[in-house]
């Protein structure tokens, strides 16, 4: 053994046993040296923590149940499930734990929480899902931070532009509420402080004023984009559009129901898109087209309305190798019944 090395271990030896060797000149003055410059090291890490340059982080671990999602957070904690969090959760399970600590902020006045939720809601969910489903003795990691509304609302912003599963109109939302509550409806300053285009902002906070009612025509509110969701905002600019396209909207959100149970794919966003645009186009022809399709119990599509308005109602009958001309016109009966039912009847 290396003569350094064997005067180091017998004096952490003699140190424990408390009978130190008593060292010699040269080795008593590399230890004073190596003292100082340990000291030394210390009051400089010290100086950089003090000094702001360097920031001491405490990791928590915490009862999920303990910490509530802060309100101005972008994420919809209502809509998430297992399947929008399965490949994270297989991510802690593999990992033994959380491995990216969340957010949080401490909170006072509250007897149910400790903390809430900054950045990290995902993680607070999975985590929460987790200890109900097997595994009750996993921790939600946490780092506490002191933060304004401000500044918290800027932070979740800038962890959620880097999650694609947030959606545009959650977002766009979240920066609704924000442009009041922390920027005093001055869309300028919000848009300095984020670092954001002024014109992408604006786009931003018009999808944001679409109404549920609209919303709910689509199968899921992720569906809502922002290319998509603002030609929508646009339309329903026109005051004489907003009733037609909420009446069709409800219609649609009728039939994506509907599919839901009989167990039939979702009307994909493309389609009531264009459905809903094209009924603010007929605005200006005094009628709209109405959301109505007769499908079979295969969810083969047997009659659509293609256009309403003042002339009449042009439909189309969808050919098909098992077409039958009953279930054809069992499909007009009930067109009709509908057009009746929601106004838009043969007699005007």
């Not at 912003?157 to 509420?177: G, H």
């Not at 290319?227 to 339309?235: M, R």
């Not at 809903?276 to 005094?286: C, F, I, R, T, Y």
């Not at 309305?305 to 009953?326: C, F, K, M, W, Y």
Request: hydrophobic letters at 40%; a negative charge; charged letters at 25%.
């Amino acid at each position: 053994m290396a003569r350094k090395q064997s005067d180091y271990l017998a004096a952490l030896l003699a140190e424990e046993e408390g009978d130190a060797p008593s060292p010699s000149p040269a080795r008593e003055a590399l230890t004073e040296r190596s003292r100082s410059t340990t000291l030394l090291g210390r009051e400089s890490a010290l100086a950089r923590v003090a000094s702001g340059e360097v920031r001491q982080v405490t990791q928590l671990l915490l009862d999920p149940a303990r910490v509530k999602i802060w309100s101005g957070n972008a994420r919809n904690y209502d809509l998430l499930t297992e399947a929008h969090c399965r490949e994270l959760i297989d991510s802690i399970i593999a990992e033994g734990g959380q491995k990216v600590p969340a957010v949080v902020r401490r909170i006072e006045g509250d007897s149910d929480h400790d903390y809430e939720v900054i950045a990290g809601t995902r993680r607070h969910w999975s985590i929460s899902w987790l200890r109900a489903n097997s595994y009750p003795d996993m921790m939600f990691v946490a780092q506490v931070a002191q933060l304004d509304d401000e500044a918290a609302f800027r932070l979740a912003d800038l962890e959620n532009r880097a999650r694609a599963d947030v959606s545009d109109l959650e977002r766009a939302r979240n920066y609704l509420a924000a442009l009041t509550a922390h920027y005093g409806n001055h869309q300028t300053r919000m848009a300095e402080r984020l670092k954001l285009s002024k014109g992408w902002l604006s786009k931003m906070l018009k999808v944001a004023a679409l109404p549920d009612e609209v919303v709910a025509a689509f199968a899921s509110p992720y569906e809502v984009q922002l290319k998509p969701g603002y030609a929508l905002a646009q339309a329903m600019q026109d005051e004489n559009a907003v009733q037609v396209i909420t009446r069709l909207a409800a219609h649609i959100a009728d039939e994506q129901a509907q599919r839901r149970e009989a167990g039939q794919p979702s009307i994909p966003p493309t389609d009531v898109l264009r459905r809903l645009l094209d009924a603010s186009k007929a605005v200006e022809e005094g009628w709209a087209p109405e959301s109505y399709r007769y499908m079979t119990d295969h969810g083969r599509e047997v009659l659509s309305i293609q256009s309403i308005n003042r002339h009449g109602v042009t439909v189309r009958l969808h050919a098909h190798p098992n077409a039958d001309v009953e279930e054809a016109v069992n499909a007009l009966r009930d067109m009709l019944a509908h057009l009746e039912a929601t106004g838009q009847g043969l007699k005007r």
